[in-house]
């Protein structure tokens, strides 16, 4: 494969995984270095080299970023024959206009258990990720690529995030 399919594929596979229904794989720790990994719905905002996901602001994930940001994400297709993961610093979005914004882009959030059970404040928080690198993995074929992370986001419908 040249650098273009590569990249192609990579994109394919990190893309493909937002929204109706697909997933990534969220892994923090906490500042001693205990992992923790938990699925999560993302999008891809147009901004470059971001994600983006809801979650409860209870959440382990949640008191893990705020101690230790480092984040890798994880996302494949069906047939788990291509890995991508993606690496950066994550934070808790706490300015108003900016989770008003993040708020009004996710597209099935109605999904979100959590918003069920929260009786005060907003009920939930925003983690932004700043992809920082990333990585094209494919055990099949014992190969690994290393991408430039801004290739990605380049020519991404503005419905695939």
Do not use: C
Not at 30 to 59: I, N, Y
Not at 101 to 114: G, H, P, Q, T, V
């Amino acid at each position: 494969m040249n650098e273009q399919e590569i990249i192609d594929r990579a994109r394919t596979v990190v893309f493909d995984s937002m929204g109706s229904g697909g997933l990534g794989l969220l892994s923090t720790a906490d500042d001693s270095g205990f992992p923790h990994a938990t699925w999560m719905a993302t999008m891809a905002p147009a901004e470059e080299r971001q994600l983006v996901t809801l979650t409860s602001p209870d959440s382990r994930k949640v008191a893990n970023i705020r101690s230790n940001p480092r984040v890798e994400w994880l996302f494949t297709g069906p047939e788990k024959a291509d890995l991508v993961y993606l690496s950066g610093s994550a934070e808790i979005v706490s300015e108003m206009e900016e989770v008003k914004s993040y708020w009004n882009l996710m597209k099935e959030k109605d999904l979100a258990f959590f918003l069920d059970h929260f009786n005060t404040g907003m009920g939930f928080a925003i983690i932004r990720t700043q992809v920082e690198s990333a990585t094209l993995v494919q055990p099949q074929e014992h190969q690994s690529h290393e991408l430039d992370p801004s290739e990605l986001w380049k020519s991404i419908p503005a419905d695939r995030t």
